[in-house]
């Protein structure tokens, strides 16, 4: 079983920055490729982030290249996702996903197996 737990999210204006974590169980955690996905109201779920076992290999999107940093720290079985320069655009729920059949950077969702429950990111004007 793999257990995933997201905090780290809130309130923020428009130009700030949050940090969102995501704690992992399992003794495996470093094998895994993961990742980071949002949804905003009416509009369908998003990779924002994807990260390889290791940390060494990252893919972003174009609408948060530059902004976001994802990284992880397989000693505390925790991942990260640094958000810089927020807008309203980035309002959704964030949530952590893990690929335990792949090792690189994982862009298509269906791949994932566990998903954490959601953290909730408002961006305000």
């Known amino acids: 079983q793999v257990q995933l737990v997201e905090s780290g999210g809130g309130l923020v204006q428009a130009g700030g920055s949050l940090r969102l974590s995501c704690a992992a169980s399992?003794?495996?955690?470093?094998?895994?490729?993961m990742g980071w996905f949002r949804q905003a109201p009416g509009k369908e779920r998003v990779l924002v982030a994807a990260?390889?076992?290791?940390?060494?290999?990252?893919f972003y999107p174009d609408s948060v290249k530059g902004r976001f940093t994802i990284s992880r720290d397989n000693a505390k079985n925790t991942m990260y996702l640094q958000m810089n320069s927020l807008n309203a655009e980035d309002t959704a729920v964030y949530y952590c996903?893990?690929?335990?059949?792949?090792?690189?950077?994982?862009?298509?969702?269906?791949?994932?197996?566990?998903w954490g429950q959601g953290t909730q990111v408002t961006v305000s004007s």
């Open positions: 990260i390889s076992w290791s940390g060494t290999n990252t």
């Open positions: 996903a893990a690929c335990t059949t792949k090792s690189q950077p994982t862009v298509d969702l269906r791949l994932y197996q566990y």
């Open positions: 399992g003794r495996t955690f470093s094998t895994y490729a």
